[in-house]
């Protein structure tokens, strides 16, 4: 299909905090690690994506930022313009950058048609080539109904049939469907793709690390992004605040959209606890992970994925607005012995979070209730990738045994659920 050296180009959908941009980068680094000549270009509004660091032949065009609010609605970042213009100008970056770029495959991360529509146009010209393209979900969405309704409002369902060419789930089907309960057709689980979890590893080039608390054992915090932790970083604080039990030194990374008001008055309070510290943001969290006896979090995608990956006793507190794809997964995980989780509806109570961090570094990591191949979905990806290239990848994982031990990872589950 490629003769010349082949490309791909990710739309990010960022408009709250880090998942999106996160998970579209760990597709990237690893897709240039598999092939040799390939390049791929990042379409994203993430104002930190420049913090960064990318392997060579991976690049991005940075959009005019739109966030997310907590009633559903979006607004510009930093321009003074309307949400509509500055939509407009996002759509024409997009489609002039494919115009351009040419892709061979395209891959939307989530949302069919882009933020408002944004990618339709772009979707629309690439129908009319060769181009591949590939909608990207996460293995939870949201509630089924909810987001059935979402879709239909966006008219997103004659997408799915007719520009998308194929879509991958990042994840094991086993443990969650996000297509089930939305009424589609046959065609479109025809041409889904289950990849399993993306896999996190310490960076290739990483940043020079300094261990908290002295070497000694510590618990990592992590809200993600931030711009919705306020309430796990205060829940977590007022535990050592009140300190009625002993607890494992804590390290609580804020997340770059956590609103500077609130960053500071933590700061504040970690400064008087001898056994807590504040970082605002690192954009290799992998070795604090890596080093960490065990994980506090909301239960976001990446979050997720580094927790299996690292294999680390977790705790989640997931929210539940504007979606509950966090609490779903949580919920899930829980169910079959991976994490622990701690509703967020029970907030502030201090008794149940200090139980929890107590008993937390001692829990089973969550290899105790699964194998590697749950999280297979880089190698995955990149045998899809070769097959729609025509290009050999370097490392080409053997399928027939990837699906094995999904098969057998399937009965593990069912049966621990049980």
Same mark, same amino acid.
């Given at each position: 299909?490629? $003769?010349?050296?082949?490309?791909?180009?990710?739309?990010?959908?960022?408009?709250?905090?880090?998942?999106?941009?996160?998970? +579209?980068?760990?597709?990237?680094?690893?897709?240039?690690?598999?092939?040799?000549?390939?390049?791929?270009?990042? *379409?994203?509004?993430?104002p930190? /994506?420049?913090?960064?660091?990318?392997?060579?032949?991976?690049?991005?065009?940075?959009?005019?930022?739109? /966030?997310k609010?907590r009633?559903?609605?979006?607004?510009?970042?930093?321009?003074?313009? $309307?949400?509509?213009?500055?939509?407009?100008?996002?759509?024409?970056? /997009?489609?002039?950058?494919?115009?351009?770029?040419?892709?061979?495959?395209? #891959?939307?991360d989530?949302?069919?048609?882009?933020?408002?529509?944004?990618?339709?146009p772009? *979707?629309?010209?690439?129908?009319?080539?060769d +181009?591949?393209?590939?909608?990207?979900?996460?293995?939870?969405?949201?509630?089924?109904?909810?987001?059935?309704?979402?879709?239909?409002?966006?008219?997103?369902?004659? !997408?799915?049939?007719?520009?998308?060419?194929?879509?991958w789930?990042?994840?094991?089907?086993?443990?969650?469907?996000?297509?089930?309960?939305?009424g &589609?057709?046959?065609?479109?689980?025809d041409?889904?793709l289950?990849?399993?979890? *993306?896999?996190?590893?310490?960076?290739?080039?990483?940043?020079?690390?300094?261990?908290?608390?002295?070497?000694?054992?510590y618990?990592?915090?992590t809200?993600?992004?931030?711009?919705?932790g306020?309430e &796990?970083?205060?829940?977590v604080?007022?535990?050592?605040?009140?300190?009625?039990r002993?607890?494992?030194?804590?390290?609580?990374?804020?997340? =770059?959209?956590?609103?500077?008001?609130?960053a500071?008055?933590?700061a @504040?309070?970690?400064?008087?606890l001898?056994?807590?510290?504040?970082?605002?943001?690192?954009?290799?969290i @992998?070795?604090?992970?890596?080093?960490?006896?065990?994980?506090?979090?909301m239960g976001?995608? %990446?979050t997720? +994925? @580094?927790?299996?990956s690292?294999?680390?006793?977790a705790?989640?507190?997931?929210? #539940?607005? =504007?979606?509950?794809?966090?609490? /779903?997964?949580?919920?899930?995980?829980?169910?079959?012995?991976?994490v622990r989780?701690?509703?967020? %509806?029970s907030?502030?109570?201090?008794?149940?979070?200090?139980?929890? *961090?107590?008993?937390?570094?001692?829990?089973?990591?969550?290899s105790?209730?699964?194998?590697s191949?749950?999280?297979?979905?880089?190698?995955? #990806?990149? %045998?899809?990738?070769?097959?729609?290239?025509g !290009?050999?990848?370097?490392?080409?994982p053997d399928?027939?045994?990837s699906?094995?031990? +999904?098969?057998?990872?399937?009965?593990?589950?069912?049966?621990?659920?049980?």
């Amino acid at each position: 299909m490629v $003769n010349s050296p082949p490309k791909i180009l990710i739309y990010s959908h960022d408009t709250f905090g880090l998942g999106h941009l996160r998970r +579209c980068r760990a597709i990237a680094q690893s897709l240039v690690g598999s092939f040799s000549q390939l390049s791929v270009l990042i *379409l994203s509004g993430s104002p930190i /994506i420049g913090s960064y660091e990318f392997r060579s032949r991976v690049d991005f065009v940075r959009i005019p930022g739109v /966030i997310k609010l907590r009633s559903g609605d979006y607004t510009s970042l930093s321009l003074h313009l $309307n949400i509509d213009h500055t939509i407009a100008i996002r759509a024409s970056i /997009i489609e002039h950058t494919a115009k351009v770029f040419n892709p061979d495959i395209f #891959i939307v991360d989530k949302e069919p048609l882009g933020l408002r529509g944004e990618v339709l146009p772009t *979707l629309e010209h690439l129908a009319q080539t060769d +181009c591949r393209v590939v909608l990207g979900l996460r293995d939870v969405m949201d509630d089924p109904q909810v987001l059935r309704q979402e879709w239909t409002r966006k008219n997103a369902f004659p !997408a799915l049939e007719e520009l998308y060419d194929e879509l991958w789930v990042y994840g094991p089907e086993f443990i969650n469907n996000p297509l089930d309960g939305l009424g &589609l057709s046959q065609s479109v689980y025809d041409k889904t793709l289950f990849t399993g979890y *993306l896999r996190r590893s310490i960076p290739r080039a990483p940043q020079p690390y300094q261990p908290p608390f002295d070497g000694a054992p510590y618990i990592l915090v992590t809200p993600g992004g931030g711009g919705d932790g306020i309430e &796990l970083v205060d829940w977590v604080i007022r535990a050592y605040e009140a300190q009625t039990r002993p607890l494992f030194p804590a390290l609580i990374v804020l997340g =770059p959209f956590m609103p500077m008001a609130e960053a500071e008055a933590f700061a @504040e309070r970690a400064s008087q606890l001898r056994d807590v510290e504040v970082m605002r943001f690192t954009p290799q969290i @992998e070795p604090l992970m890596d080093g960490a006896t065990a994980i506090v979090g909301m239960g976001g995608y %990446n979050t997720f +994925c @580094e927790v299996l990956s690292f294999d680390k006793p977790a705790l989640l507190v997931p929210r #539940i607005i =504007p979606r509950r794809e966090q609490a /779903i997964r949580a919920e899930q995980a829980e169910r079959y012995g991976l994490v622990r989780m701690l509703p967020i %509806n029970s907030y502030p109570q201090v008794d149940l979070m200090i139980d929890a *961090l107590a008993h937390l570094p001692f829990a089973a990591p969550p290899s105790k209730a699964h194998s590697s191949s749950v999280l297979g979905g880089l190698d995955v #990806i990149s %045998n899809r990738v070769s097959e729609v290239l025509g !290009a050999p990848a370097r490392a080409t994982p053997d399928t027939a045994q990837s699906e094995d031990n +999904c098969l057998s990872e399937a009965l593990m589950f069912r049966r621990a659920s049980e």
